[in-house]
């Protein structure tokens, strides 16, 4: 029934234009507003829009993951910019002082936007 229908996704932010600039400049992505809405076109030609929230509370999952060549470089690189990565330090979840966790499932570090949404570098050849 939906196989033809260009279905995308969508979250909420708290403050679109800090989005904007985050997404766009610090993550490097194409993004475009529109009625105060985010879209942010992804380089599989689907995209994602942030949508404002007043009450908005951030998600308490990925929301987002990019599947990269290389954790370590994109982490380095993304640090550069001033994103702050999660450490995690639990039962399942142990990230290294970088914030990337290895050896248990795909290499990935987490990160959060403006909002407090987590997002995720991970390695491409994990990844789906």
């Known amino acids: 029934m939906f196989r033809a229908s260009n279905a995308f996704s969508g979250f909420s932010v708290n403050d679109v234009p800090a989005a904007m600039k ?3 400049d610090t993550l490097g992505l194409k993004v475009s507003e529109d009625h105060g809405i985010m879209t942010i076109s992804l380089a599989n030609g689907g995209s994602v829009i942030a949508y404002p929230k007043e009450n ?3 998600a308490t999952f990925t929301i987002l993951n990019f599947p990269v060549p290389d954790v370590d470089k994109a982490v ?3 640090s550069k910019r001033g994103v702050q990565f999660e450490r995690y330090a639990t039962k399942d979840i142990k990230t290294d002082a970088k914030g990337i966790m290895r050896g248990n499932g795909p290499t990935i570090a ?3 936007d403006p909002a407090g949404n987590i997002l995720s570098v991970l390695d491409e050849n994990g990844a789906m």
Do not use: A, Q, R, S
């Open 22 to 24: 985050f997404y766009g």
């Open 56 to 58: 908005h509370e951030p």
């Open 76 to 78: 380095d690189e993304l």
């Open 110 to 112: 987490w990160f959060k």
